[in-house]
């Protein structure tokens, strides 16, 4: 009984395992096995690989064929594994030799007509690969631009089952990469001059980019709450390398990636319309869950404007991934996790009418409680930063000066996270906003003196312990803009400040 085996990868979440495929052929009534942990979609296969490598002018053979996907207890998901299917049964009937199936990862779905189609999470796919030692991976012609930022893997594409035949055989090439995209600008982001007025919400902005802290605008409309978000990736470094793969696996995974530049470099800003689902917002989906807007978010901002329109349900699922900065989604087909490291902006009206003035205003004190007793206190306490805005003045709407930029404002950032980074760098943390409570209370604690307003803030109960924790992580972030070894009393009354200002 003639045995043969190719290799693919499941990609659970965006980390990748590699799969061992076997076509052994026997004797008996032609029939084709999938055994191995198959979804609906997956055991499709054998009738789309059947079709294919038939229209492909190869032959199929007549008995009984049993495909075999090792890990055996892996749930397996998508059509991926078609092109890897078909190397494994014309390898095992001597039609293509097994030479260069060895250390060679195959992903891509079969047409009827031999046509390869491209799959999701070609990226993380080819990461795992390179990771477990192979050297090739042949992936859809459509595929390579998002398979070529993989270095150090031997990376091909074929547009038909045809041609994976005839580079098995050694008679024809694959296609390779094109050449790299010269290196272009950084996609623009809306630049902070835009923004007229509100010198404490521009405040708050920058403190929120320096320490990596969430932030709450609260305003009547038009007062440039949602012009304020979008400016804030403009004043955050750029990804590192390993933060854009990641970022870039997310988007793979979730096939939102662009063929025109496909590396994700600029933080991320997601925007979320109020009515999205619990599953879109945090991710979900039958079978192995998919990422959702907080995972897109990853190493960026998440907005949610008109955050009290949102609803309990889908605020507090947010509770634990703000600590955690990571979600588990447990499914039928196993349990997946997304990267959910964001930044948190959130935006209300300060009530249900929302007059351009609170003078204004026709809502009874009932109901502005309501309408902000939306947003839970749990909730609020993981939230640093928060802003009353005010309607723009005459004067204020005139300003003779040109409002500072992103660009001036983001030098100042960037020299506070530095500053940041070489404190926690022996830890492992790189913003303050990720510096746990007890280690600013214990190693970096600060004289009595400094605390007082903030021992008295507990005292009354106008804090959590959380809350202070959270007030310590924002005056370190203020000493680093002001370019200060250690906060001051100063800093830590500006810090309580913030914490301060209520949404109602």
Not at 7 to 28: K, N, Q
Not at 309 to 334: N, P
Not at 451 to 458: K, P, Q, S, Y
Request: hydrophobic fraction near 40%; glycine fraction near 10%; proline fraction near 8%.
């Amino acid at each position: 009984m003639p045995i043969a085996k190719a290799w693919s990868v499941a990609v659970l979440g965006i980390d990748g395992r590699m799969i061992e495929i076997e076509a052994d052929l026997g004797g008996g009534l032609s029939r084709v096995t999938l055994v191995g942990l198959p979804d609906a979609g997956l055991r499709e296969a054998k009738d789309r690989v059947r079709s294919a490598v038939r229209n492909s002018g190869q032959p199929w053979p007549d008995g009984k064929v049993t495909l075999g996907l090792s890990p055996a207890n892996l749930p397996k998901v998508g059509s991926g594994y078609d092109l890897g299917i078909a190397a494994a049964v014309l390898a095992a009937m001597g039609t293509v030799p097994a030479t260069r199936l060895i250390r060679t990862a195959l992903l891509g779905e079969l047409a009827l007509d031999g046509r390869i189609r491209p799959v999701r999470g070609v990226l993380p796919g080819l990461l795992a690969a390179r990771a477990a030692g192979f050297v090739r991976a042949v992936v859809p012609v459509e595929s390579l631009f998002e398979a070529a930022l993989v270095d150090g893997v031997e990376v091909a594409g074929a547009a038909r089952l045809a041609d994976l035949v005839g580079w098995l055989k050694g008679e024809t090439e694959l296609q390779p990469p094109g050449p790299p995209e010269p290196a272009s600008a950084p996609p623009s982001v809306p630049d902070l001059a835009d923004v007229v007025g509100q010198p404490e919400a521009r405040w708050a902005l920058e403190v929120a980019a320096a320490g990596g802290h969430h932030l709450l605008l609260t305003g009547p409309p038009g007062v440039g709450k949602t012009l304020l978000a979008k400016r804030l990736p403009g004043l955050l470094p750029r990804l590192s390398p390993e933060e854009s793969l990641q970022v870039t696996a997310v988007h793979s995974v979730d096939g939102s990636l662009s063929r025109t530049a496909p590396l994700v470099t600029v933080p991320p800003f997601v925007a979320p319309h109020h009515s999205i689902t619990v599953a879109a917002l945090i991710g979900g989906g039958s079978g192995l869950a998919s990422p959702g807007a907080i995972s897109r978010a990853h190493r960026g901002v998440l907005f949610l404007d008109e955050v009290c329109e949102f609803g309990g349900q889908r605020l507090e699922s947010l509770r634990t991934v703000l600590e955690e900065g990571e979600v588990r989604i447990a499914r039928v087909k196993g349990a997946v996790s997304y990267p959910a490291r964001f930044q948190l902006v959130l935006a209300t009206n300060p009530c249900p009418c929302a007059p351009p003035k609170e003078t204004d205003c026709t809502c009874s004190a009932t109901a502005r409680r309501r309408y902000l007793g939306r947003l839970s206190g749990p909730l609020l306490d993981r939230v640093d930063l928060r802003v009353r805005l005010r309607p723009l003045t005459a004067i204020s709407a005139h300003e003779v000066d040109t409002p500072e930029g992103s660009e001036r404002v983001r030098e100042r950032v960037l020299s506070a996270r530095e500053r940041a980074e070489r404190r926690w760098r022996e830890h492992g943390w790189r913003v303050n906003s990720e510096v746990p409570g007890p280690v600013l209370r214990r190693e970096f604690s600060l004289p009595r003196g400094t605390t007082t307003v903030l021992d008295r803030a507990l005292d009354r109960g106008v804090i959590t312990a959380r809350g202070a924790d959270r007030c310590l992580r924002i005056a370190w972030t203020l000493a680093d803009l002001d370019g200060a070894a250690r906060p001051g009393g100063e800093h830590v009354s500006a810090a309580l400040g913030f914490r301060e200002r209520s949404a109602a």
